[in-house]
């Protein structure tokens, strides 16, 4: 078993880039399942649906001081 500064950081850095693959993995494992059990995505219905346009807003009349 390593000791040394360099030999920690060495490994902390595999464990991290491992983990990070790992993670990976099981998402695209997820989201693949999801695709293939659950068909296509649900419609939206108009009712749900958000209007993301902006808001327009009056302009204030100018103040006098």
Do not use: C
Request: cysteine-free; overall charge negative.
């Amino acid at each position: 078993m390593p000791t040394g500064g360099r030999d920690f950081l060495r490994l902390m850095n595999d464990q991290s880039r491992r983990a990070a693959d790992f993670d990976r993995r099981m998402r695209w494992t997820w989201m693949r399942k999801d695709l293939t059990d659950g068909g296509a995505a649900p419609a939206v219905v108009a009712e749900e649906a958000i209007d993301l346009r902006p808001i327009e807003e009056r302009a204030e009349p100018p103040r006098e001081d």
